[in-house]
């Protein structure tokens, strides 16, 4: 049976005891009784429901204390009730309400048996008068309510008044509509009724208190009430727990039990009561036997005692009914509940099943190299994790479900379908999770032994490109390297592929078409290596069989170098001369062709492989590094948001993790959606990946921004590295090394880009990409050189400017310096030159600054230094000597004419050399704009028809560095100006006008004070040195010049160099007089590396005066100090 159908039976029953106790309440409080018809019976809803109900003794409690009427419980003959009138002289003064609710109330108390046989009226006149008895009973037959079988009145006992009763009865008898007898004596009244059923003042036995009735009449009315209102309770709340209907959510359920269970204990305690009161009520109907066992009870004592202990036997049985129907209510309310917590948790974990199917759906198990297929495993491992806590939830779920149906749950025909729905979704994800691990495993297989064939490959290359030619001349040697070669042979079974097309039925299911490719490419590398390697066996086959003599060792002759022979054709003789040498040596004439051409595809093929193995440390290094970030980024910056570890996070930490991490996030994604995977591009062709690097320049330039917050990042975390919170986070991630350790992973990463460039460009000489790897390089260095540089800049203090205003920062670094005035400060000028400043320099376009520099207390970042700004110096007011007295590594600052200088002495020659050169640039280019603005100026003054003052001449524009002060510098600056025309005129040809060779010795320290040397005006024109030629001599260069192939020569600024001769294709060979290196120029380069070239190297840019027209305008000089020891 079900529970459905036990909850309906159980309420029937409890329905069938309801009934049953309404009827015995109607019994005890006489609510039934009948006006005319013994047989008539109320339903159990019209006692329950009615309100006019009859009187009880508490509401006629004054009437009934009067004592005018009683009703002693006593029985007639036939059992008729007996209603016993004692005598109260004042009943005609009652009032007829009183009389009538007295009477109803008495009438009542007897059964339906009894009362309809009728009653029996006791009425005691004996000391009364007729008339009184007459009017008695005339008020009698008047308001009695119930069925009367007989009057009996004591009549008077006076002598008038009993003859007129007599004498008057006789006549109006007929006029009380009712059987009266009048009796003389209480004798007579016992042949009416027995003695033992009357009270004692009727000469009966029976003992009667009146106010004893009263209160055993209100208790029993009160027990009856209370009855009646429990059971009229329990009827309602039994209707409503079988007319409420199941809510459709877990919330309302429970509120729904919570609510029903409250009543049912106030149900239960209105029974307790209930049954508590009845047994004190039967207790106190039996307390007359308890004192006196022959005590004989009366019928009314008899029935009430009958009718209270079968109301407590039918409250017990209704209370166990009850408690029958609410254990099932119950048990129906919480498999409602636990339903709704099924449905509901069906849902969720049917939704989250749905989500790792999609996921897994769109995961392809396509991978395209070990490192990749590795990445992918993981990645399905992580999706593996996460599903399988999807799959526990979703078979306990299920679990829980047969563990419903198990326990008659009455919903099993919705709960088995879900639990089978689940069990199938899990198995599906289980087995996608299979298919696809077991794929990506036969994929990193193949992989793998991709791999390890190309390696053997690449190590079977090392190994021919390792092997000296010199040691296979010898028979011994050419054995030796024949043995090794097949020691490395006999190891090909197993590192190789053997059968093609067992490998492709092996892994048929992951063989995509670009892993088809690597498979033929593997194939075609061992069919090569293979062949390389039996060529080479060949070779040295025919070495160790052939007898050679000793060769004697003999100085190389100098090669004579045609001056009309081209640089490109000289690397080609090189190079061929060099194989042919090769070929020679290894073997027979025959054969020199074909060595040749292996040679360099040999050769070729190990720069391939240095390339390559460069190549997969930057992809795997790369993904590595983006895999730290997504850890760091997930494992501690989220956790810094998640309310379950805010309890961890220290008050310092709160709100800063902006501070903590700098802009990772935005590193991350720039790696993760965009560097990456256009690396990833160029994994065949490694050479190229230079022009990558160069497209995503300004995208790597937000490493200086985190590099800035570095230092505020590592104070933050020293401050909090021991908290709770970051140790939380790292054994999650299970995590060997700290926070710390991987916020430096940006400042690393950024400068491992340089050091695998630097490797790449290694090998990839002459390569398609070798000017993009270059370029690239140079500008990863730039980043980090304007990284460092920036870190510098933040650090100074006390310059009230704007340090953006100076242009962009050239070099910075750390020098001694001393000052020296012109005028006066004597003794601050020998101080100074005996204990120097230590002072460190900001280059910017605009201004040169001297700052302070200040170690800070602290650890790691925290020691970085600060700078106090000390003194700036305007770069359009300042000129440089390169060399000062006694020190190659000093060099000399001024400006003002000299009033003030500086002389700085750098660490090293060095050092110092790359100073003065940046230097010479940034007034080179203030020369050049100066130039641009005197010409503007002369087409202007050209322009304007009003001629020339006289005096102009005078009053000509400056171009000196120092304003002349006397006549002598003024004509030691006139006898330069003619030697140097004048030696021009002398050596130079017209084609070479505007050429100035470094052929005049001038020591500098001879001249001003040992500051400056001779001045050369500027009397070239831009429209000259186009059409200027070259011509054999020695020049200055003042700009760095990389050289672009191994035949061609570099050169930087502030390098001597000679032109010796003319080649073809407009090449020049030169020779560089400080490295004594030589080597072939283009002669495009050199006119823009020395056409600007003068005979010394000393620049400056100052304030001057411009007469005439343009006397306000600013003035460049240029200073040359030229070298005592070139000749010319």
């Given at each position: 049976m079900s529970l459905l159908e036990l909850i309906q039976e159980g309420q029937e029953v409890l329905s069938g005891l309801l009934h049953n106790l309404f009827i015995s309440i109607s019994v005890?409080?006489?609510?039934?009784?009948?006006?005319?018809?013994?047989?008539?019976?109320?339903?159990?809803?019209?006692?329950?429901?009615?309100?006019?109900g009859p009187l009880c003794a508490a509401e006629i409690g004054s009437e009934l204390q009067k004592q005018f009427a009683i009703l002693p419980g006593g029985r007639g003959m036939n059992g008729n009730p007996i209603i016993f009138f004692p005598e109260y002289p004042d009943f005609s003064e009652l009032e007829e309400e009183e009389v009538q609710n007295v009477l109803s109330y008495l009438s009542s108390?007897?059964?339906?048996?009894?009362?309809?046989?009728?009653?029996?009226?006791?009425?005691?006149?004996?000391?009364?008068?007729?008339?009184?008895?007459?009017?008695?009973?005339?008020?009698?037959?008047?308001?009695?309510?119930?069925?009367?079988?007989?009057?009996?009145?004591?009549?008077?006992?006076?002598?008038l008044q009993r003859t007129l009763s007599d004498f008057l009865f006789k006549y109006n008898k007929d006029e009380f509509k009712m059987k009266v007898v009048m009796l003389s004596s209480v004798t007579e009244l016992h042949a009416y009724i027995d003695p033992g059923q009357l009270t004692t003042d009727l000469g009966g036995t029976q003992e009667y208190c009146h106010d004893s009735w009263i209160s055993h009449r209100t208790a029993i009315e009160a027990f009856a009430l209370m009855v009646k209102t429990t059971a009229q309770t329990l009827q309602a709340f039994g209707t409503e727990l079988a007319e409420t209907e199941l809510p459709n959510d877990a919330e309302a359920t429970t509120n729904l039990l919570h609510t029903h269970t409250l009543k049912k204990e106030r149900m239960k305690e209105d029974l307790q009561v209930a049954l508590s009161q009845g047994g004190r009520l039967l207790e106190c109907i039996n307390e007359p036997l308890q004192t006196d066992p022959d005590y004989s009870m009366t019928y009314d004592e008899l029935e009430n005692l009958a009718t209270v202990q079968r109301l407590l036997g039918q409250l017990d049985e209704t209370e166990t009914a009850f408690d029958d129907f609410w254990e099932r209510h119950r048990t129906k309310l919480e498999q409602c509940l636990q339903l709704r917590h099924f449905e509901h948790h069906f849902r969720e974990v049917r939704a989250q099943l749905d989500v790792t199917s999609e996921r897994l759906s769109g995961f392809s198990e396509v991978s395209v190299s070990p490192a990749h297929a590795e990445h992918v495993l993981r990645e399905l491992g992580s999706h593996e994790d996460k599903a399988c806590d999807a799959l526990d939830r979703a078979l306990s779920l299920a679990t829980e479900g047969d563990r419903l149906i198990e326990n008659s749950h009455y919903a099993e025909d919705s709960i088995r379908p879900k639990c089978g729905e689940l069990r199938g979704v899990c198995e599906e994800i289980s087995s996608t999770l299979r298919s696809k691990k077991s794929l990506l495993l036969r994929a990193m297989e193949l992989h793998h032994a991709?791999?390890?064939?190309?390696?053997?490959?690449?190590?079977?290359?090392?190994?021919?490109?390792?092997?000296?030619?010199?040691?296979?001349?010898?028979?011994?040697?050419?054995?030796?390297?024949?043995?090794?070669?097949?020691?490395y042979l006999d190891t090909a079974p197993l590192h190789t592929l053997t059968d093609r097309s067992a490998i492709c039925c092996q892994y048929e299911a992951v063989l995509t078409t670009q892993l088809r490719d690597q498979v033929e490419k593997v194939f075609q590398k061992q069919s090569s290596v293979q062949e390389m390697f039996e060529k080479r066996r060949v070779s040295l086959k025919k070495l160790a069989a052939k007898q050679t003599r000793p060769v004697q060792p003999v100085a190389p002759r100098p090669e004579v170098k045609s001056p009309l022979s081209s640089p490109n054709q000289q690397r080609k003789e090189r190079r061929y001369s060099a194989d042919n040498a090769i070929c020679k040596k290894v073997e027979s004439p025959i054969h020199n062709g074909g060595t040749r051409h292996a040679s360099l595809s040999e050769e070729e093929e190990n720069l391939a492989v240095l390339r390559r193995h460069v190549m997969n440390e930057l992809l795997e290094t790369e993904r590595a590094y983006v895999e730290e970030l997504l850890c760091v980024l997930e494992g501690y910056a989220a956790e810094m948001d998640n309310p379950a570890m805010a309890h961890l996070i220290p008050s310092t930490l709160l709100s800063k993790k902006v501070v903590l991490f700098g802009n990772m996030s935005e590193i991350y994604q720039f790696h993760k959606r965009t560097f990456l995977k256009e690396l990833e591009a160029y994994t065949d062709c490694p050479e190229l990946v230079g022009r990558c690097f160069l497209e995503r320049m300004k995208d790597l330039q937000i490493y200086e921004a985190y590099c800035q917050n570095k230092p505020r990042s590592e104070s933050l975390w020293r401050q909090c590295s021991d908290c709770a919170f970051f140790q939380e986070c790292q054994k999650k991630l299970e995590h060997k090394l700290g926070l710390d350790s991987y916020l430096l992973k940006p400042v690393q990463r950024i400068t491992k880009y340089q050091l695998l460039l630097k490797e790449l460009l290694k090998y990839s000489k002459g390569c398609d990409g070798c000017d993009d790897l270059q370029e690239a390089l140079s500008s990863i260095l730039g980043i980090l050189k304007a990284v460092n540089d920036s870190m510098h800049l933040i650090a100074i203090t006390g310059y009230e400017g704007n340090l953006s205003e100076l242009g962009r920062l050239m070099m910075q670094g750390s020098f001694s310096v001393w000052t020296e005035h012109k005028k006066g400060h004597a003794k601050v000028k020998d101080l100074a030159r005996f204990k120097p400043m230590q002072r460190h320099l900001f280059l910017h376009e605009k201004a040169l600054l001297f700052c302070k520099r200040r170690e800070e207390n602290g650890e790691g970042y925290e020691k970085a230094p600060s700078y106090s700004f000390k003194h700036s110096l305007s770069m359009s007011a300042v000129g440089i000597t390169e060399n000062a007295k006694g020190d190659n590594k000093k060099f000399e600052i001024w400006c003002n004419s000299r009033d003030e200088v500086f002389i700085v002495q750098a660490p090293t020659p060095e050092i110092k050399t790359s100073w003065v050169n940046e230097i010479r640039k940034v007034l080179t280019q203030q020369l050049q704009a100066c130039r641009v603005f005197v010409s503007e100026a002369s087409q202007q003054k050209s322009s304007d028809p009003v001629s020339p003052s006289p005096t102009s001449n005078n009053s000509s524009i400056s171009l000196s560095p120092f304003r002349s002060s006397g006549q002598k510098n003024q004509k030691k600056q006139e006898e330069k100006k003619a030697e140097a025309s004048t030696m021009s005129d002398s050596s130079s040809s017209?084609?070479?006008?505007?050429?100035?060779?470094?052929?005049?010795?001038?020591?500098?320290?001879?001249?001003?004070?040992?500051?400056?040397?001779?001045?050369?005006?500027?009397?070239?024109?831009?429209?000259?040195?186009?059409?200027?030629?070259?011509a054999p001599g020695k020049?200055?260069?003042?700009?760095?010049?990389?050289?672009?192939?191994?035949q061609e020569l570099s050169v930087k600024s502030g390098d001597v160099v000679q032109l010796i001769r003319e080649g073809e294709e407009g090449q020049w060979f030169v020779k560089n007089l400080r490295s004594s290196k030589e080597g072939w120029v283009a002669a495009a380069n050199l006119l823009s590396l020395i056409s600007e070239s003068k005979s010394s190297q000393s620049l400056?840019?100052?304030?001057?005066?411009?007469?005439?027209?343009?006397?306000?305008?600013?003035?460049?000089?240029?200073?040359?100090?030229?070298?005592?020891?070139?000749?010319?």
């Open positions: 005890l409080t006489r609510q039934t009784h009948s006006s005319g018809s013994s047989s008539s019976r109320a339903p159990t809803d019209d006692i329950v429901h009615r309100e006019d108390i007897p059964s339906v048996a009894a009362s309809g046989v009728g009653f029996i009226l006791v009425i005691d006149r004996r000391l009364d008068r007729w008339a009184a008895v007459r009017a008695t009973l005339h008020r009698i037959a008047g308001s009695f309510p119930g069925n009367l079988h007989l009057v009996l009145v004591l009549r008077p006992t006076t002598l991709l791999e390890k064939a190309s390696r053997w490959c690449e190590e079977g290359i090392f190994l021919l490109a390792s092997q000296p030619v010199d040691r296979c001349q010898s028979q011994d040697g050419a054995e030796a390297a024949l043995q090794e070669l097949e020691r017209p084609k070479h006008k505007g050429w100035n060779k470094a052929s005049l010795s001038v020591d500098a320290s001879e001249e001003n004070d040992g500051y400056s040397s001779g001045e050369d005006p500027i009397t070239s024109d831009p429209e000259d040195e186009v059409g200027r030629k070259l020049y200055t260069v003042v700009a760095d010049c990389e050289k672009a192939g191994p400056s840019s100052s304030d001057g005066s411009v007469s005439g027209n343009l006397s306000t305008s600013s003035s460049c000089s240029e200073t040359y100090t030229s070298f005592s020891d070139i000749k010319p």
